[in-house]
């Protein structure tokens, strides 16, 4: 059982004063990696409404802040927003750097890259897992929220898995768009082709 209870909340004007959002700290967790949860009101006014449209979306310093071109982090998290604010829900920001390794060691997965390694077997090549994220925490911040049925807007299938295993309902899983350039389209296919996230890459160009 979670001992994870809210410890504070605070209304934020994001974009501008465009979008309010409420921030939302815990207590309990012993990682001391300060994962924060985000909650949008909602404007939409639908049966949907009543099931909140929830975003579990990891830290990314280079995609999140500086918008690096290597990832589709800052596009998915620009369209959580956008997509949470119009429909209610949360975004749960997990502080999990490069998939759970760390800014440091994503960087050297990074090089390894640039030799012609895709992401996954850099990680290998440095010894590291290939996915070392807990999306446990995610259903423990849920359950303090009084939050266990969802719309999961994703398109990663073993965040859903790691919610249900943890006791959160999913009533339907939401895609993202697939947010592809040439910069990233060799990391996207890579997800798609090894850990089967749902991307269509058909009809997109860069």
């Known amino acids: ?64 802040v500086f918008g690096s071109g290597r990832c589709d982090c800052g596009e998915q998290l620009d369209e959580a927003i956008d997509r949470i604010n119009e429909e209610g829900g949360y975004i749960l920001y997990l502080r999990q750097e490069g998939r759970g390794i760390g800014l440091y060691a994503k960087l050297d997965a990074y090089a390894l890259q640039d030799q012609g390694y895709d992401t996954y077997q850099a990680n290998e090549m440095l010894h590291l897992p290939e996915d070392d994220r807990d999306f446990g925490i995610a259903a423990d ?48 296919e890579t997800k798609a082709k090894r850990k089967f996230h749902t991307l269509t890459f058909d009809l997109v160009k860069d």
């Open 1 to 64: 059982m979670s001992n994870l209870t809210v410890k504070r909340r605070v209304m934020i004007p994001m974009r501008a004063g465009d979008v309010m959002a409420e921030f939302i700290s815990f207590d309990g967790d012993d990682s001391g990696k300060e994962h924060i949860g985000i909650s949008f009101e909602g404007k939409k006014e639908s049966n949907d409404q009543l099931v909140p449209l929830v975003r579990l979306h990891s830290e990314c310093l280079t995609g999140d």
């Open 141 to 188: 911040m849920l359950k303090a929220l009084g939050v266990t049925r969802i719309r999961l807007l994703t398109n990663n299938p073993d965040k859903a898995k790691q919610l249900e295993e943890h006791g959160i309902n999913i009533d339907k899983i939401v895609p993202t768009k697939v947010h592809v350039h040439k910069y990233n389209r060799q990391y996207l």
